[in-house]
């Protein structure tokens, strides 16, 4: 199913966002979150997979750094420091820290260190979308980091300065940078073009110091917004969940109508139990491996939207989303600590091995801690 804009949408759109506002007041004597899930176990989940990754051998790269994954190594990048707090933290774990480290190493060596995937192996492009693909992915993470601590680093500034040398200048993609595609969803497909553009405008709007500001991002600023725009019609509605994402943190993205459009489809998109689906948000994909698609809600899908609702404004109080983030306190394996999410490019038998096939729990549960943690802040 593809997103669509209008006149009627709009106006369920706008019965429901009235709904949700006098529903979010009716719930107020209530407020808190329930705290009924366990941080330390979702901690050593985090921390075992993200150990698990450096130490693999196919995510080895070159002057000893690591590939910086969508479904492991970015999610634990983003979502590590939130539980911070409640494990008594005072600084990064030892895997942040890794991790970290690599990611400054190769952003220090740009030009030095070799792309994730090359052509000569992995097939034409590869070399340029590793290059985009990992641009992108460096400045989100770092600025992420910047953002905790109120001042851009020389590092992030150089992420940033690596990412807009990769933008688009030209063609459909012009505004965008060009991205890995392993017939992948939804993160490495045709279409994860569209993801990769709006984890830049993300980076770029939680960047602290009023870095986009600066007359330079604006003018890089431009296309990009362009581009979410100009190819907004044709997204999945995953894609858009990533779009309200990155709309929450550059203010002006998108006109107020889209915003409101996207989150009356997620909305309408909720399953009975409170929480939501990957596969029904990716519209026709069929799994290579020809397995049927799982339809029950998920982690991944669940951990995200309920986060990316509240970025947009969404109070955690409103019905519509405490029935989500009810779903993420029930739903958490309390041994292991992790939230459950499928595939949807096979199951769960044809992955390389049993730790490969717990990619997509890996970044389930790091969305459901940013959502939970987002949740109980209120």
């Known amino acids: 199913m593809r997103l669509t804009c209008g006149f009627v949408a709009c106006l369920l759109v706008g019965i429901f966002v009235a709904g949700w506002r006098i529903a979010a ?18 901690a050593a989940y985090l921390d075992r997979r993200q150990a698990w990754w450096m130490e693999w051998p196919r995510a080895q790269r070159d002057h000893g750094t690591v590939c910086v994954s969508c479904h492991t190594a970015v999610p634990y ?11 008594a933290e005072q600084a990064p774990s030892p895997n942040e820290r890794r991790l970290l480290d690599s ?10 260190v070799e792309p994730f995937y090359k052509d ?45 040398a990769e933008q688009q200048t030209g063609g459909k993609q012009k505004g965008a940078w060009l991205w890995l595609r392993f017939k992948n969803e939804p993160w490495e497909a045709d279409d994860s073009d569209y993801f990769g553009a709006t984890l830049a405008a993300v980076a770029v709007g939680i960047a602290p110091g009023n870095y986009r500001a600066t007359p330079e991002v604006q003018t890089s600023l431009r296309p990009l917004r362009e581009y979410l725009n100009r190819e ?24 107020p109508d889209r915003q409101e459009a996207i989150i009356g489809g997620l909305l309408k998109k909720q399953q009975a139990d409170g929480g939501w689906s990957l596969s029904s948000l ?17 982690g991944y899908a669940t951990g995200l939207i309920t986060f990316v609702l509240q970025q947009a404004g969404i109070s955690p109080e409103n019905a519509k989303l405490k029935q989500g ?8 394996d309390r041994t292991e600590g992790s939230w459950l999410a499928y595939s949807l490019n096979k199951n769960k038998e044809h992955h390389i091995s049993p730790e490969t096939a717990l990619f997509m729990n890996d970044a389930a549960t790091s969305y459901a801690v940013l959502s939970l943690t987002a949740a109980n802040r209120h």
Do not use: C, H
């Open 77 to 87: 990048a983003l979502s590590r420091s939130a539980l911070r707090a409640a494990l």
């Open 25 to 42: 007041r009716a719930d107020r004597p209530e407020t808190k979150i329930a705290k009924t899930w366990d941080p330390m176990t979702a």
């Open 232 to 255: 907004f019609a044709v997204q999945t509605p995953i894609n858009g969940v990533l779009l309200l994402w990155a709309a929450a943190k550059l203010p002006g993205l998108i006109e």
């Open 282 to 298: 990716s519209g026709d994909w069929k799994r290579s491996d020809g397995t049927p698609q799982e339809t029950g809600s998920d």
């Open 120 to 164: 000569a192996e992995r097939g034409p492009y590869k070399s340029v979308e590793s290059r985009g693909t990992e641009s992108v992915l460096n400045a989100l993470i770092l600025s992420s980091r910047d953002a905790q601590n109120g001042q851009l680093s020389n590092d992030a500034r150089k992420a940033f300065e690596n990412m807009w």
């Open 103 to 112: 990611v400054t190493k190769r952003v220090r060596l740009w030009k030095e």
């Open 325 to 332: 983030l009810a779903w993420l306190t029930a739903n958490q």
